[in-house]
């Protein structure tokens, strides 16, 4: 089952600004898709963490980390970011080009994005912001999978996502979109499988 939608209007980043801070939504293609509630603590742990290892590895380089909630703006071409209709919250992204960042967040596809997925998420992170991700030329895109122990990586090939790639949480693995940046799947709160 997938997030619940606002309504059947469509929207742009311009309505999105004038909305109360609660509820909170995400845009994609115009639809308002309410946020799920506070995800749970191991969520939030995995997200911390990951993070952790992320900007770490990123001490001294320009890339820059981020854990939600940030607006990730992703026009369509040169749209303005009044007609741009989408904007969402990853758990955690990195950026590598500090012109895409602004006051309000970031203004096109970020290098790298994690979603941890939850019952709430999983099918509006695996199908709607999946496309959204492509469509907008997010190079590198996972999915981690706590209760299933793997992670599911995609990454642009000739503009497209390929085939993903599936991994057990155990060992490393790197981001190929990012150098130096090696999530040691160890130093999450998994529980043992």
């Avoid at 939850?118 to 099918?123: D, F, I, Q, R």
């Avoid at 999978?145 to 057990?168: K, N, Q």
Wanted: hydrophobic residues 40%; charged residues 25%.
């Amino acid at each position: 089952m997938g997030l619940p939608q606002r309504d059947q209007a469509r929207y742009t980043y311009a309505d999105y600004l004038s909305w109360p801070d609660e509820p909170r939504y995400e845009l994609v293609d115009g639809i308002a898709y309410a946020m799920a509630p506070a995800p749970a603590r191991v969520h939030q742990e995995i997200a911390g963490e990951i993070y952790r290892q992320a900007a770490n590895a990123l001490v001294g380089k320009p890339s820059r980390a981020f854990i939600a909630s940030l607006d990730v703006r992703l026009p369509k071409a040169d749209e303005t970011d009044e007609k741009t209709d989408t904007v969402v919250q990853p758990d955690l992204l990195v950026v590598c080009d500090e012109r895409k960042l602004d006051e309000r967040g970031v203004r096109g596809a970020p290098d790298w994005i994690v979603e941890i997925l939850s019952p709430a998420t999983a099918s509006h992170d695996q199908i709607v912001k999946l496309a959204a991700y492509e469509r907008a030329k997010v190079p590198e895109y996972w999915l981690v999978h706590p209760s299933d122990r793997i992670v599911t990586v995609y990454r642009l090939e000739g503009g497209a996502y390929g085939r993903p790639a599936i991994h057990e949480l155990t060992g490393t693995l790197a981001v190929g979109n990012v150098p130096g940046i090696v999530i040691d799947w160890a130093q999450l709160p998994l529980s043992p499988a």
